[in-house]
């Protein structure tokens, strides 16, 4: 019942988002004449990065997986493309850009044996990408302060930056198994779930030069992605700033408030894209193109999942 109720609550946020942007922000009619004076093969050249992310995120999962002791058979990249994209789908009701990982934690649980196994394997494969979203606004944004732009966007993206990279870098790091340690008064069983984090992390440092490596080559075509539907788009802000903001947008959209991101991804670029003076509607414009693609994915997710044998 309560999480029903969270759900709903999601659910009128994001309704009750769009429909004052639609209302007071932007005309409904001007995005849709901004989308369809889109250049359309920039537009799938964007899409189609998906397919390259999708690859190399699963080539990622495939090596932590590998890296841990007690799991014998790993389900192969192929398999782990299918489980990202049936993930996909069930992002399109779940709360935040990431609620679909829960699909993926199921889907791997036959292999890691345990959920808590599972769940720690796709958990540090998200934090890695992550470490790596927080470096890209670190530097990015000290650039751009440097060089005398005080927006706040900047010194927010300093701030996230700052504390998001060097507290990834703290989780990968031998401090991470110090810190728990200090744990030891909980519970037996609480503890133990907090060893089992140790030490798949542990294990995956025997690999983290090459998971972090995928994991820039992942987020620069995030970065490229985004860039380009900016770009079919005809929205002027130079490649550089991209690495400024993106982080901040996908960052954002881990926190729970809405379906998807829907609403929240929204009004957050119209803030963003405020501070480089582009209107409200090239932002909700942009949204909607982020969305769609996010939709077509989760058709082909789902499908995957329909037929399944299990």
Known sequence: MKRKLFTLIKILFSIIIISYILIYRVSLNEIIGIISKSNLWILLLSFSLHAFGIYIS???????????????????VF?????????????????????????RIIDTKENAKTYTKSTIIVLTERLNGLGILFLFSLVSSVYYILNGNSGYIFKLGLIIGLLGFF????????????????????P???????????????????????????????QLNVI????????????????????AFIPMVLIILIIPLSINGIGLRDVTLIEIFKQFSIPATFAVAFST??????????????????????
Request: charged share 20%; no cysteine; aromatic share 16%.
């Open 58 to 76: 699963a080539v990622r999962w495939n090596i932590i997986i590998k890296t841990q002791d007690d799991i014998e058979k790993t389900p192969g």
């Open 79 to 103: 398999n782990l493309m299918k489980y990202y994209l049936v993930a996909s789908y069930f992002n399109l009701f779940l709360p935040t850009r990431f609620g679909g990982d829960v699909s």
């Open 167 to 186: 507290g990834t870098l703290f989780i990968f790091s031998p401090l991470l198994e110090l810190f728990l340690k200090l744990f030891g008064f909980l």
């Open 188 to 218: 037996r069983k609480i503890y133990d779930k907090l060893m089992d984090i140790s030490k798949a992390i542990k294990s995956s440092r025997k690999k983290l030069f090459e998971i972090t490596l995928l994991s820039l080559i992942l």
């Open 224 to 243: 490229i992605h985004y860039y380009l539907i900016g770009l079919a788009l005809n929205i002027d802000i130079s490649f550089i700033k991209y690495f």
């Open 289 to 310: 193109i982020d969305l769609v693609f996010m939709i077509i994915l989760g058709i082909i997710g789902g499908l995957i999942f329909s037929l399944r044998k299990r």
